[in-house]
């Protein structure tokens, strides 16, 4: 059985649409809006926080390989977590069309 090739959005979609690849968007989202509303808390109090970190490290290592400093260097955690939600999506594509086609052919996956 020949595979058609996909259009890079249908690829996109493929594997960033499933349970892993947008749990991992869901919590860097919740991680990002806890850093915002803890910096507005922070900017008014007039403490300093070190909330902003955590965005950075639940993206890391994609996040960190960005090569901008200052405020530019927030477009790496978007980035790194697109890139890392794709491949969790690549890794839970893998995993369950395997499955799916092993138990189809007869066989196991042991």
């Known amino acids: 059985m020949a595979k058609t090739s996909r259009s890079l959005p249908q690829t996109l979609r493929h594997y960033l649409v499933n349970p892993l690849a947008l749990g991992y968007l869901g919590l ?19 403490d300093a926080s070190f909330a ?3 965005a950075v490290l639940v993206t890391a290592p994609m996040s960190l390989m960005v090569p901008f400093e200052g405020p530019a260097a927030l477009v790496g955690i978007p ?17 369950t069309e395997r499955r799916s086609h092993g138990t189809a052919n007869g066989t196991s996956g042991a």
């Open 28 to 46: 860097v989202l919740a991680v990002c809006l806890w850093v915002a509303v803890d910096a507005s808390v922070a900017a008014s109090s007039g």
């Open 52 to 54: 902003g970190v955590w």
């Open 79 to 95: 980035i790194g977590a697109l890139v890392q939600a794709f491949a969790l999506g690549a890794m839970y594509r893998y995993a």
